[in-house]
């Protein structure tokens, strides 16, 4: 890294699963806008769109410039972050009512999910980190925006393609578990609160689908209805004691020291909060919706905790770099 500045020598060092940090600040925003906090939420939304602004600039240069870096990242699981930052700022534009950019980026993330998912599942090993479960998390988010922009477009081709998603994703999950190194509960740097967030996006995935469902777009029977309303409560109930657990081991054995991977804890608070306030809306359980709202400030407050945690790291590294 000679030559570089400190703050090129910094931004260098940043893992594959940096893009959590994009999915954490979208999911935030989207959780903001759900609970009525929208000018919180637009502020959100610009971070985390100057952050994804900052890392596909640099996805670009690695591919053009440096194929093999960009080969060797690519292989691992936490480049499909890339997949799933995309996914969720989409999702947000859509709600915003901007369909054009969220179907950009539906576009884009389709493109950019079949090629880095082969190459993260080829690469499997026997125990992992949580970050095995993104190849779940991107898929879904790839059902999530597929969804809400079909609801948006009255447009039924998209909603049934996300539900083959919906399912492939739900695979992906049962696929990842057993890989999944459980002593990671205790022990993980951020990452292991994947295992919950890839049911707390299927769940929103699966609240998405039903609310896609209309009048004007005829899209499931009642036997359909009724699967995808039992499927997605019961996602939200098992990520709901996940996120239980793994507050309970964060209690038991504290892990302070900050982590680029926690970004990857927020997320899944994000998507708790928003998954339980969609699954309110959509199947229609009103008490859900304080428990949800407290959950999104929740990940207001763990969000904070770990972007301060992130500026002081990067104040420290920028120092010592030479």
């Known amino acids: 890294m000679s030559g570089m500045s400190p703050l090129r020598a910094w931004w260098v060092q940043r893992p594959p699963a940096a893009g959590a940090a994009v999915m954490a600040t979208g999911i935030v925003s989207v959780g903001l806008h759900q609970a009525g906090a929208e000018t919180l939420s637009r502020v959100m939304l610009l ?3 100057l952050a994804w602004a900052a890392l596909a600039a640099d ?9 093999r870096h960009w080969l060797t990242e690519a292989k691992t ?6 997949v799933a930052a995309t996914t969720v700022l989409g999702t947000r534009f859509s709600l915003l009512g901007r369909q054009p950019l969220a179907e950009a980026l539906l576009a884009l993330s389709a493109v950019l999910w079949p090629p880095l998912l082969v190459l993260a599942v080829r690469h499997w090993k026997e125990r992992m980190p949580g970050a095995v479960f993104l190849g779940c998390v991107a898929t879904q988010g790839l059902t999530v925006l597929g969804a809400v922009l079909a609801a948006a477009l009255a447009t039924a081709w998209l909603a049934h393609l996300a539900l083959v998603l919906f399912w492939l994703g739900l695979s992906m999950y049962g696929l990842a578990v057993p890989r999944f190194e459980w002593q990671q509960v205790t022990e993980g740097p951020g990452d292991q609160w994947i295992a919950g967030g890839a049911l707390a996006i299927s769940a929103l995935a699966g609240a998405k689908l039903l609310a896609a469902d209309s009048a004007r777009l005829y899209l499931w029977n009642n036997d359909d209805q009724g699967v995808l309303r039992t499927v997605t409560v019961a996602l939200l109930v098992l990520d709901l004691v996940w996120y239980i657990v793994l507050l309970a081991a964060e209690v038991a054995r504290p892990r302070l ?3 680029v991977r926690r970004w990857a804890t927020v997320f899944p608070m994000g998507m708790t909060a928003a998954a339980t306030l969609s699954v309110e809306a959509a199947v229609g359980i009103p008490w859900l919706k304080w428990p949800g709202r407290l959950l999104v400030w929740i990940a207001v407050l763990a969000w904070l905790a770990v972007a301060a945690g992130a500026v002081a790291t990067a104040r420290g590294a920028l120092r010592k770099t030479p």
Do not use: S
């Open 47 to 49: 971070l985390a769109c």
């Open 59 to 67: 996805f670009v240069a690695e591919l053009v410039l440096d194929r």
């Open 77 to 82: 699981p936490g480049a499909l972050t890339a």
């Open 257 to 259: 020291r900050y982590d």
